[in-house]
């Protein structure tokens, strides 16, 4: 049974950071390409950054790139975004979601598996 679990969102003040993790299981990270999406209300949901299967190779979508960063841990079957200064329209419920292989699409339907949504708020 495959399993994706997302955690660590939260409040932030805009300029601050948060570390969100992914718990993957029932697949392997060597196997499956890993992408964190984002939706805002009344937004389609758009994909910001992925983590390649295998030699773990990154990509970001612009808005993210340069404040964003994904990583993995393989031993612990987790992928991390890190999220740093972080503004107002960053406020997202942001999701992770596998795909088998190795593939940079930003297409959410593209996407075998889905984790339930953490909520990011920026606020003051």
């Known amino acids: 049974d495959v399993q994706l679990q997302a955690s660590g969102g939260g409040l932030v003040q805009p300029g601050g950071s948060v570390r969100l993790s992914c718990v993957v299981s029932g697949l392997s990270l060597d196997d499956y390409s890993i992408a964190w999406f984002r939706q805002a209300p009344g937004k389609e949901r758009e994909g910001v950054a992925i983590?390649?299967?295998?030699?773990?190779?990154?990509y970001y979508h612009a808005s993210v790139k340069g404040r964003f960063t994904v990583s993995s841990d393989t031993a612990k079957n987790t992928v991390y975004l890190h999220m740093n200064s972080l503004q107002p329209e960053d406020t997202a419920i942001y999701y992770c979601?596998?795909?088998?292989?190795?593939?940079?699409?930003?297409?959410?339907?593209?996407?075998?598996?889905w984790g339930r949504g953490t909520q990011v708020t920026v606020s003051s």
């Open positions: 983590i390649a299967e295998g030699d773990g190779s990154t």
């Open positions: 979601a596998a795909i088998y292989g190795l593939d940079y699409s930003f297409n959410a339907r593209d996407y075998d598996y």
